[in-house]
């Protein structure tokens, strides 16, 4: 009798709980709905006919379900989206591109306003100083192409063009030309935000510069709505060259061992990113110079590697058309494909030494071990340093705790579904991205509670995952937390928590 009349209790607390929670949702919705803004604001709801497109991310192994999404046209708009969840209560989830690794855009759990910034697509670019004034939806193929528009301008970032500049500049972004410039993030010079109270918020080194300090490397979704960037540019070289050899899986320990022992001490100019899948090695060089001064410059790297490629492709170009090559899409960078999706389990480790014989072979047996037909396991290796040890802006930044990292291993595990259903799980996808994850995680110096990762390749399970994404900067970011959202309404599970 106990039992049962403790079971319906618990039935009716829950059976409370939703009807609050139903309650709540549709406070928030006729509040969203009242928003005398501007016309192209719009909002999408589950009755919507576009909710279940809109609430898609990159990464569809999830099926998170917002109580809403809000398409701001204006900042005052955003700024009354912000208003109306802080009435109600309801957690809010910035997005940008949409790429999050775990559906943090979405807000990593059902019920979150999703407010999508993806009408903030303002450039202008003042010639004088390189400062690019950047609207927080901008994906960065577009921002690319737009820079180099306004007078061949570039600024480090990501391969991938659908990516948005919200999330990649908010917790680092990394890609061809960070050994030269440093991280996209160190390159940030000033920032525009709602804070949690809908109120604007100029970020700089003299404006709010604690803000300034925690949202370049720790500011994806925890403190803010971000609707702007002014970002330092540079004037791209007048020569790129790509460079591409592939390698059997067989040789994995010379090519490993040859890339990253050059990559560590190459010159910036160089950038450099191995990927390792089942089947291939493709190592991938970006040089910022001619042809001629890249392959002097790698030669030593291809003898220490000391096996011949099954091919090798090099080519000397523009910037943009550098970028164009490393995107790995024939559609233009200005227009990135976004019908493309992928289920995906993935994360990271960076090192401050370079890896051991027994780390590279737990990766190799690792990844000939296949879990299921449709799926395709990678590892990639990119060398780290150079100036992003050194960003060219002096002012501290919390993704400074990654300074003296040597090498990057972002990894993951994709698979196909034939039904494409949202949030469909492969067992054998994820059982073995938890073993590679323990064998390396194990094998890291001071193990398991030592790790250092990067936060641009979020992941739940990372144990103890602030250490490992923010170093001794925990404490500073939770009473900075505390300071600006003290209600804790930016929020999704591995925000900044309160202190
Ligand atoms: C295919 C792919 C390729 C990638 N390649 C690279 C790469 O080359 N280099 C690299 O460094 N990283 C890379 N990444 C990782 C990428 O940088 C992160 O996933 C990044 O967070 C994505 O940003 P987003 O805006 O697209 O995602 P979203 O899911 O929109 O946002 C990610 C996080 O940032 C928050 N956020 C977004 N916009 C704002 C905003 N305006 N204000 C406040 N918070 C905001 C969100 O709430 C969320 O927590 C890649 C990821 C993928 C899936």
New binding site residues.
Partial sequence: MRILLAVVASVAATLAFFDTATAQYANLISCLQGIQGNPKSYLTIPSSSTYNTDRL???VNFNYKPSALYHPATVDDAGAAIQCAAKYNISI?????????EG??QGGRDGSLVID?NQFQQFSMDAQTGVATIG?GTRLGPLYMRLWEAGQFLVPG???PS??????A??????MVSRKYGALTNSIVGMEMLDATGTKRHISETSNPELFWALRGA???SF????EFQIQAYKAPSAVTTMVYKYPLASYRAAMEGFTKFGRNAPNEFFGAMSVRSNEIELRVNYLSSASIANKTVAPMLARIGVKPLSSDVQEGSWIKAAAKWSGSTNPLDDPDLSVHRYHRGGSLVYRRLLSVTEMDTIFNNLNRRPAESASAYVIFEMWGGKMDRPPRRSPAAFDRHRGVVLGLDFGITWKDPTNQTGTQCAACLEWSAQFRKELYDAYDGGPQSLEAYQ??IEFDLPNWLEAYYGNGVSRLQQIKKDVDSNNLFT?PQSIPLP
Avoid: E, K, Q
């Fill in positions: 991310g990159y990464n989830a910035p997005r940008s591109g949409g790429h999050s690794f943090y855009g910034v927080a990501g391969t991938c990516v948005g500049i919200g999330g990649i908010l917790g680092g972004g990394i890609g500011g994806g979704g803010g709505l971000v609707t641009n390749y999704f």
